[in-house]
């Protein structure tokens, strides 16, 4: 779906990365194809998680600041 971008999809996912740190990126197609509808490509996928661990470790490290 080429309106779904990586950020988008971060935003939705980022709550079950939290949960399962080591989800792979066909695990977080599986997420996002049931709640959503969408499926993404691999490079969408990894992209999607590479934004998602960055936005997680900004949070944490905002957290012990």
Request: aromatic share 6%.
């Amino acid at each position: 779906n080429r309106m779904v971008t990586a950020e988008w999809a971060a935003k939705k996912v980022i709550n079950d990365l939290m949960d399962n740190p080591d989800l792979p990126a066909e695990g977080l197609n599986k997420i996002l194809t049931q709640k959503y509808g969408v499926e993404l490509k691999k490079y969408t996928l990894h992209k999607t998680r590479s934004v998602a661990v960055t936005e997680i470790d900004v949070v944490h490290d905002n957290s012990y600041a």
